[in-house]
């Protein structure tokens, strides 16, 4: 379409390729008019706007690119489209009509932001869906690191953009984006870029799950299976084959991201009054929690957090002179204790109870029904005013909100203690030491015998009757349940819930992020509702839970791992019920109840027959649950990490590839991951969202955040099993870490059966028991016999430890024989180098050295052990592979221990 009309376009042409109705490609011309554009790009409760859904299709290299051809440039993809639908939001215009336009580049091609709104404005205006169109503008995608890249301006856009969670969106006054028109005049559009991945509810990420909450599917490109994946694969082939069914698959993403920001913005309307779209959803959460304190509890939202408004003065080089500014700084009274309660502040429980197959029986996972939501209704009003310090337990009781630094110690009778101690590889639990906690876990450790003393305490009074979290949840929660469950409406006030917490938590603990307009990492910012006192609360309340349960089960159950909120046991109901029973459970179920009317604790997530675990967050499922429900739920799955490859699209079938991985492993084994370019690819290297090579070691062994105490070799699938209890203190994890880093990390080895158990307990009773400046030659393989054959020669040829070499007359060869017939194998040579001083108590007291010994002593009777073996007794591992672990399954087949 040809026109003399004034021309929309940043600085290139405005010339497009479009296809006409017979399916061929012409030259177009867009235009718009000034007259075309009305209103200013200010958010006001009834300012008009235009929401411009987009999307790109593109082809993307045939395989991975390497970090040379990055560097090169080459991370690139072939545009293949450009795509819009658009809706206006006008009180005024009532009549206005949604439209779509898509753009097919020139080869080698690619638009500008400005002449994506320059189709989408034309197509409007000269279809006469709309006749003039707001200045306002919301350019909104799925997942838009994956499209904004296809800007020719992208390099430009992203100083005007942020990256929040590893994509694109604004954050704050958005993209500003001029018209010149051949008059001179101009118009200014604001543009405010979305992402619905960063709006959506976490179980509805893609745009699948979107288009079916929204009432628009998408659409399927071909009706057999295996072509329909050919094809997304290779879009350039589809646009050959089918070039209807190319476009209208292109702009129905579009179209689906629309009609979302559209619900969204329509539910933010009803929340908060304002016709907004936030950059997050969380954001919602906070912006209507606010909102609760101000109208609801008529405070100052500044008072629930322990902050004050100040004006401070301070000078700015950019501007060359000293700027007034009003900014949150915390209350006197409360800054001093900050530290603390940050120190306070840990993430979720995460352990691995018992290590490779478990045996067959009922084993069910459990889950504490909403834990974060339910500990933050505890919360009462804080009186900040009288903050004061404590070192009285009495004063830490459950529902208290105290922070304490605390010296514990638990009776061996616990099997899981809950004091938590922050290590560099995450929290860990050891039945003694000093741990930085709240209330709640100080409270639980006193009701299961645990010796406590409080070095360092505070306590914040709050009023139980003016709870500051708990009429925000339980709307949230009443809203989810007027709704249709999984309805979009039901998962967005879940969300708005569960995710509440994390705000209370934003910046307490060193997270950083990309800064695009710096182009450097930086710490993420305190949010408006970051707490430290809220966070370490809650956080645990919901562990101290968790590990009420868990101690209140018999001891002939199993618990076999637990993750944040939840655990997997063969614990029978009843014995979950009486576990439930304790005080701590009963404030949470009383918190529930308020909240939702039903104070039931535990929900089932899933039940299996036979789990298989390695480390936190890593756990299979061998043989699946007996349940009618589908695929998942028989399934307990967490990947630790471990990538899977897209056509595994199943839980079924990622499942089945963990396990086969974990069963077949071998030291060498390196993970092939289809990893995408970050957004610190495409900034350093202008690249594309492509395909880039990526591996990875694997790593399923144990993590050792707890002490083998009974290992084996299991028969069903074939494999070493053991089970743990508690490290006696933290040091001891960090001195077992460092032990399995330099034994199985270099060279790379994998505990699979008792012989490479044996290999590793040898070498961490070895070294643990002769220090660092004893162990310093010791062998990796067999390090206890060779340290005694080397000290047994080296006092033979010294006539130490009670060997006499000239009164036994026997030769090297002799001696190097005897050595052999009490199992350490030695030879004359061995005999003749051992020409070092012979140093005492130099070996490690193993049971291959002390049965040695033994065997020598009867050839030697004046051999004097104590001279040869080390005193320290060490951390003794190898004693599990005799000991006989204690758990009885409750039924099914009977354990292979």
């Known amino acids: ?240 084959d089918k070039p209807d069914v190319f476009e209208k698959y292109a702009i129905n993403d579009a179209l689906i991201c629309v009609k979302y920001l559209e619900r969204l913005i329509d539910m933010y309307a009803g929340i908060l009054g304002k016709r907004k779209a936030p950059a997050t959803l969380t954001a919602i959460g906070v912006d209507l929690l606010m909102k609760k304190w101000k109208t609801d509890l008529k405070i100052d939202p500044l008072e629930v957090v322990g902050k004050q408004k100040i004006v401070r003065r301070t000078y700015s080089k950019r501007l060359g002179y000293f700027k007034i500014e009003k900014v949150n700084v915390p209350l006197e009274q409360v800054a001093f204790y900050l530290p603390l309660a940050t120190e306070c502040y840990h993430g979720g429980r995460g352990e691995q109870f018992w290590f490779g197959p478990a045996f067959i029986d009922d084993w069910t996972d459990y889950d504490l029904a909403g834990a974060y939501p339910t500990a933050m209704a505890l919360i009462g009003f804080p009186d900040w005013s009288n903050i004061r310090q404590s070192t009285s337990l009495d004063d830490f009781t459950p529902g208290t909100l105290g922070m304490a630094n605390v010296r514990f110690e638990f009776p061996k009778t616990v099997r899981f203690p809950t004091m938590p101690v922050r290590s560099e590889n995450g929290l860990v639990f050891p039945r003694t030491g000093v741990s930085n906690c709240s209330a709640p876990e100080i409270a639980l450790a006193r009701s299961l015998g645990a010796k406590l003393k409080i070095l360092h305490g505070v306590i914040v ?31 967005f006030w879940k969300e708005l819930s569960n995710s509440s917490y994390g705000k209370t938590a934003q910046g307490l603990h060193s997270k950083r992020v990309y800064d695009l307009r710096d182009q450097e990492m930086k710490d993420l910012p305190p949010s408006k509702i970051t707490n430290p006192f809220f966070a370490a609360f809650i956080t645990s309340f919901v562990r101290a839970a968790l590990g009420e349960v868990m101690n209140g089960l018999p001891e002939n159950v199993c ?72 695929d998942g739920v028989n399934i307990v799955l967490a990947k630790g990490g471990i990538y899977t490859a897209q056509e595994l699209d199943s839980t079924r079938l990622q499942n089945a590839f963990i396990t086969n991985l974990f069963l077949k492993r071998s030291p060498t084994d ?80 994998c505990l699979k059966n008792k012989g490479d158990f044996h290999a590793f307990a040898v070498y961490v009773l070895s070294q643990s028991a002769l220090g660092k400046a004893g162990a310093r030659y010791l062998k990796k393989t067999d390090p206890d016999l060779k340290r ?7 006092a033979w040829r010294n006539s130490e430890a009670g060997l006499t070499k000239k009164v036994d007359g026997k030769t090297a060869e002799q001696f190097a024989q005897l050595l052999t017939s009490a199992g350490i194998i030695c030879n004359r040579q061995d005999v003749e180098n051992a020409r070092s001083g012979f140093k005492p108590k130099n070996c490690p007291k193993t049971p291959a050295v002390v049965n040695a010994l033994v065997k020598l002593s009867a050839v030697f009777p004046s051999l004097e052990i104590d001279t040869l073996v080390s005193s320290n007794e060490g951390i003794d591992l190898i004693s599990a592979l005799d000991a006989i672990a204690t758990y009885i399954p409750q039924g099914g087949e009977p354990s292979t221990l």
């Open 1 to 240: 379409m040809s026109t003399d009309k004034p021309v929309m376009s940043g600085s290139r042409s405005a010339k497009l390729r479009l296809r006409e109705a017979n399916g061929t490609f012409s030259k177009s011309r867009i235009w718009v008019e000034r007259d075309n554009f009305y209103g200013d790009t200010k958010f006001s409760k009834g300012n008009p706007y235009i929401i411009v859904g987009f999307d790109t299709e593109f082809k993307t290299p045939e395989k991975p690119v390497t970090i040379d051809e990055m560097k090169a440039g080459s991370a690139k993809y072939v545009v293949l489209s450009y795509q819009v639908h658009c809706s206006v939001y006008d009180p005024d215009q009532p009549d206005v009509q949604e439209w779509s336009a898509i753009c097919y580049p020139e080869p080698g091609d690619r638009m500008t932001l400005a002449d994506l709104l320059a189709l989408a404005f034309w197509k409007g205006i000269s279809t006469g869906a709309v006749k003039t169109l707001p200045t306002l503008v919301y350019v909104v995608g799925h997942f838009t690191r994956a499209d904004v890249p296809a800007f020719a301006d992208f390099k430009s856009l992203t100083s005007q953009i942020a990256a929040v969670r590893s994509t694109f969106t604004s954050v704050d006054k958005g993209v500003k984006i001029v018209t010149q028109f051949d008059n001179d005049q101009s118009v200014e559009h604001l543009v405010i870029l979305r992402d619905t991945m960063l709006l959506t509810p976490a179980t509805s990420k893609s745009l699948w799950e979107l288009g079916k909450l929204v009432g628009v599917p998408k659409i399927s490109v071909d009706p057999d299976p295996e072509r329909e994946l050919f094809y997304k694969k290779n879009m350039d082939i589809l646009l050959r």
């Open 461 to 491: 009074p709050t009023d139980p009757g003016k709870p500051v979290f708990r009429d925000f949840i339980r709307e949230c929660v009443a809203k989810r349940l007027s709704y249709p469950k999984g309805s979009l409406d039901a998962l």
């Open 559 to 630: 618990v076999f791992s637990c993750t944040t909120d939840g655990f997997l046991t063969n614990a029978t109901a009843d014995q979950i019920s009486d576990a439930s029973a304790g005080p701590i459970c009963k404030l949470y179920g009383q918190s529930r109840d308020m909240l939702t009317g039903d104070a039931t604790i535990l929900e089932v997530k899933h039940r299996v027959r036979q789990p298989l675990g390695w480390r936190t967050r890593g756990q299979a499922t061998l043989i699946e649950g007996q349940t009618d429900k589908g």
């Open 670 to 749: 390196r993970i092939e991951m289809a990893t995408k370019t970050g957004i610190r690819d495409m900034i350093n290297f202008d690249a594309d969202l492509v395909e880039k090579e990526t591996s990875k070691r694997l790593n399923m062994e144990f993590d050792w955040k707890r002490r083998p105490v009974a290992a084996w070799d299991n028969e069903a699938p074939q494999h070493l099993a053991f089970t743990t209890d508690a490290w006696e203190t933290i040091d001891q994890f960090v001195e077992m870490r460092g032990y399995w880093e330099a034994f199985g990390i270099d060279p790379r080895r």
């Open 788 to 794: 005694i054959r080397q000290s047994l020669c080296a």
